[in-house]
Nanobody, 119 residues
C-alpha cells in the first residue's frame, strides 16, 4: 500500500521561498507519476505540478510556472516542490498524490501541509 507523508510547510512573507517534501513508501514507483495539489479555504482543490517518476519529465499549472519546481530523489523515494517568489494567493494546504500512469484513480494522498504566505 502506498503511503505519502508531506512536510515542509510553514509561514513565509510574500516573495519568500519554501520547499515541500513528500516521502513515499510501500512500493516502487517506476510506473507512477506523482502530483502536487493545493486547496485554499473555500476553493476547490487544484492541480499544481506533476513529475513522472521514470524519466523525471514535469508539468506545471500556469499559475506556478516559472516560480515552482518539482523534482524527485529516486534513491530516497521522495518528491519535492521548491516554491519561490511566493504570493499570498499561494496560501493553501498542499497535498501530494500518487497514481499509476495508466490508471484513472490516485493510489494514495498525503495528509497535507499548510503553506501560508503573508502580504
Amino acid at each position: 500500500q502506498v503511503q505519502l507523508v508531506e512536510s515542509g510547510g510553514g509561514l513565509v512573507h510574500a516573495g519568500g521561498s519554501l520547499r515541500l517534501s513528500c516521502a513515499a513508501s510501500g512500493r516502487t514507483f517506476d510506473n507512477y507519476f506523482m502530483d502536487w495539489f493545493r486547496q485554499a479555504p473555500g476553493k476547490e482543490r487544484e492541480f499544481v505540478a506533476r513529475i513522472f517518476w521514470r524519466g523525471g519529465s514535469t508539468l506545471y499549472a500556469d499559475s506556478v510556472k516559472g516560480r515552482f519546481t518539482i523534482s524527485r530523489d529516486s534513491a530516497k523515494n521522495t518528491m519535492y516542490l521548491q516554491m519561490n517568489s511566493l504570493k499570498p494567493e499561494d496560501t493553501a494546504v498542499y497535498y501530494c498524490a500518487a497514481r499509476i500512469v495508466t490508471s484513472r484513480d490516485y493510489d494514495s494522498w498525503g495528509q497535507g501541509t499548510q503553506v501560508t504566505v503573508s502580504a
